[in-house]
């Protein structure tokens, strides 16, 4: 089992910046893939980012691209999500998730373990 736990999100103002994390702790391993998804009421998961955990090859959804960074350190088990020019439409609860394998893959029904999820509110 993988434990996931974010933290970060909170309330900014449009064109503000948020750097949310996402501390993996229990079996974890090199091989896993791990993402960031976002979610609004009555609406289905959203990709937002993918890393691998071992090559730090990473992919952002065409709509953060530029504006939001995907990282990890391998030392501290620890995936960031550094988001900069947030924009209204931002807001959601964002979710960590964590697969095994190295495929970058932007389904959320692919991905393994999941965190309780962080709340992001961007206001105009």
């Known amino acids: 089992q993988v434990q996931l736990v974010e933290s970060g999100g909170g309330l900014v103002q449009a064109g503000g910046s948020l750097r949310l994390s996402c501390a993996a702790s229990g079996r974890t391993s090199s091989s896993y893939t791990m993402a960031w998804f976002r979610q609004t009421p009555g609406e289905e998961r959203e990709f937002v980012a993918v890393?691998?955990?071992?090559?730090?090859?990473?992919r952002a959804a065409d709509s953060v691209k530029g504006r939001f960074t995907i990282s990890r350190d391998n030392a501290k088990n620890t995936v960031y999500l550094q988001m900069n020019s947030l924009k209204p439409e931002d807001t959601a609860v964002y979710y960590c998730?964590?697969?095994?394998?190295?495929?970058?893959?932007?389904?959320?029904?692919?991905?393994?373990?999941w965190g309780q999820g962080t709340q992001v509110t961007v206001s105009s």
């Open positions: 890393i691998s955990w071992s090559s730090g090859v990473m």
């Open positions: 998730a964590a697969k095994t394998g190295p495929a970058s893959i932007s389904t959320a029904a692919r991905y393994d373990y």
